[in-house]
């Protein structure tokens, strides 16, 4: 038991369906626990073995001060931490209170205002320590789980596609929704991950699996406006589950400035 | 750990639940002086940041509310929305919202009965330990949890957020062959669930019953999941738009949830025995028969057979998909068009934990300017705290460990979503 490598599974500030993912893997849940030591992992076992750990899966956003201290508890004890999903890899959607009052945002939720601590920023859990795999996607996908978490117990490099949705969605065979339908999408910036899912649906990829790598939103963004979005319909598109990666925040706050200009 | 001392049972970090939470327990002169069941949960402030979004983007920025139950959040902003503009989505397009929840109900119920509730009826830490001892009994839950994730993905892309589900519909229909294609394991599914209840049958349950306030959904013609009349088995019934007059939320300190009460301090119990109380004469045949068979009558009041009950709901839900199936038909359009207008609106619907509400309100354009959504366990969480102090005085002879173990138990009764209620779980037992 013990010459098992031990996992370990956080939460921060999420809705859970990340760590999810891993008890959604009915085929694989049972060997999984075999290969691994299940040595804390709250949401699935009452037993909670102190670390280190060898891996650690950590799923959330930071968003109060106790868990800015506990996320360098959680690294000190890890020898290898992945984060997993769209929280915890660019702050989730409600960092959307990075760009609001967090004042205002406590008043329009809690009658009693002063019971609530929080910082003002959902923040992704890189810009608090040292990550050594991010894992994308609202929610990440599975079989990408099992290929993450079987590459660290291998020490080897996880074989996880950096191209874009666009790139997958072509190889899916599916219609392109904008050029056929004038459908907006973000499959031609967004990271691939989740098999172009949305065109396959006939809609437009709204950015689940944050911004890929090289992608030129700007340039979308013209195109977009040319099929008659908003500029504040841009900035919402780009400001939703993955609002704090860069290229995303970074183009949503470019056509911000843009609105404000036309009164938002 | 004699009568006249201080005793405190205290559970830190609440396992087997969706979400972070703790309880504390204080005993003192073997009386129970304080429970306090805790949300820690960060808030995430979903309310305050629908200001603002465009009252399309409601479904699926609620949906990440809950990774567990993203379809009562995606269903509850959908109707409101439509109520909204003034749209009513039937026929083929109506079975469909039902048939997904089918999914969602199976998926969320089998994970909560077998991989988080049942370790607690048989003394293990997890189902993992369970596996070792009960290998066929394990396989077949994730097999018929597995069934659940299926259907989701079918009609919604993947069973965690699906992306298929709009307001007005859906954005792509599924064809009558992808849904043909489920049936064989549907079928295998509806009689797993009855196998696997009529082993649940055999736990042990404790003696504990109490005269709950339930409050569920009600709809003339079938067990419900996206519509009906709120009703009350103290004989209220109102349409979803009162909500508010029969459930008014409080903050509390020791909370980032909200706590929902009804008038006179009565405490709503939602969920499966709620729905069982208010509508089990509308349950599928089976799913009747399964619940006859278990003797459970027309009303149960021991929320440790919560499982069971769950048990019936997923036969309900096996039953209820295939019957939608068989009767499928694909509609010409997968959504019905839905312009804005200003204007307030409610939606809510049956979630596995109960009923999952919400009002928005929309501008001309359709701009959300307000928003309130109210998560099952929110409700329930009061009704948890009652449990444990009904719960832990006859039981306060039990040694420390085996108190905390019943007490978690007595918990998961009600398969508390923290994550939802956010706007909560560590336990602790004081004795003194």
Known sequence: MSDRPKLAVWKFASCDGCQLSLLDCEDQLLAVADA?????F???????????????????????AED??????????SRVLITLGACATAGGIQSLRNHADVAEYIRVVYARPEFIETLSTSTPIADHVKVDFELRGCPIDKGQLLEVLIAHLHRRRPIIPNHSVCQSCKRAGHVCVMVAHGTPCLGPVTHAGCGALCPGYKRGCYGCFGPAEGGKPAALSARLRELGMSNPELVRLYRSFNAQAEDFRTESEANEVQSGAQGN | MGQDTTRTIQVDTLARVEGEGALDIRIRQGRVEAVKFRIFEPPRFFEALLRGRDFTEAPDITARICGICPVAYLMSACHAMEAICGVTVDGELRA????????????SHVLHMTMLHL??????????QLAADNRPMVD???????????????????????VNIRVGGFYRVPTQDQLNGLLTDLRWGLEAAETLLAFLATLPFPEFEKDYHFVALRHPGEYPFNEGELVSSDGESMPISAYESLLTEQHVAHSTALHSVMSDDRLAHVGPLARYAINGAMLTPRARAAADRLDLGDVCRNPFKSILVRGVEVIFAFEEAIRIIEAYRPPAHAHVAVHPRAGEGQGCTEAPRGICYHRYRLDEAGIIRD?????????????????????????????????????????????????????????????A
């Open chain 2, 96 to 107: 469909l919202r039902r048939l997904i929840y089918c999914g969602e109900w199976i998926e």
């Open chain 1, 68 to 77: 800015a201290q506990r996320i360098l508890r959680v690294r000190a004890e």
């Open chain 2, 371 to 431: 928003a309130k959504i109210v998560a099952p366990t929110s409700v329930n969480q009061k009704v948890i705290e009652q449990d444990l102090y009904d719960f832990v005085e006859p039981n306060i002879h039990l040694p420390d460990e085996e108190l905390k173990l019943r007490c978690e138990q007595a918990i998961r009764n009600y398969d508390p979503c923290i994550s939802c209620s956010t706007h909560f779980l560590t336990l602790n037992v004081d004795r």
């Open chain 1, 36 to 40: 691994v030591d299940i040595a804390y």
């Open chain 2, 119 to 128: 370790p607690d009826f048989l003394g293990y830490e997890d189902v993992i």
């Open chain 1, 42 to 64: 709250p949401e699935a076992t009452r037993v909670m073995q102190p670390g280190p750990y060898d891996v650690s899966l950590v799923e959330g956003s930071i968003t109060t």
């Open chain 2, 140 to 162: 077949r839950a994730l097999r018929i949890k597995k069934i659940g994730n299926q259907l989701m993905r079918v009609v919604g892309g993947r069973e965690i957020h699906p």
